[in-house]
């Protein structure tokens, strides 16, 4: 079964890097006012922009396979909290786009909400799990 993979690593008291596939790094830290030195998004930001761009590229590709005349396309991602520990307890999409043809428009979005690994793994859910490795570094 394919793998991706991202790791992550301390720079600061609590600040991590996340290395990425394809080379690309990115800081994760906490507000200011949780501790943290607002170096970069928090974990459940960066969850949330990874539904959106998962949904987005996955809609911007089914536009431009078809040719589609659609432009400006945007989506906003709302992930709405709840319980204790918190949680989220849903995520919406809403688009909105340039296109004279609404039919059209959401044949598109019901192609990337399909096609989306993103959409899929949150519509089904996903087996997790924590353990400590063996190499931990002391």
Request: aromatic share 4%; net charge negative; glycine share 10%.
């Amino acid at each position: 079964m394919p793998e991706v993979k991202v790791q992550l690593r301390q720079v600061g008291p609590s600040t991590s890097e996340a290395t990425l596939p394809r080379g690309h790094t990115t800081l994760v830290d906490r507000p200011e006012a949780k501790g943290g030195a607002d170096k970069g998004p928090m974990g459940g930001e960066y969850f949330l922009t990874s539904v959106g761009g998962c949904f987005m590229s996955t809609l911007l590709a089914a536009i431009n396979a078809r040719d589609a005349p659609v432009t400006n396309v945007q989506t906003e991602v709302t992930g709405t909290l709840a319980g204790e520990p918190t949680v989220f307890a849903s995520v919406s999409l809403e688009v909105s786009a340039a296109c004279e043809d609404e039919e059209l428009l959401q044949h598109l979005v019901d192609i990337a909400e399909r096609g989306c690994i993103m959409v899929n793994s949150l519509k089904r859910g996903v087996d997790f799990s924590v353990r400590i490795g063996a190499g931990s570094p002391a």
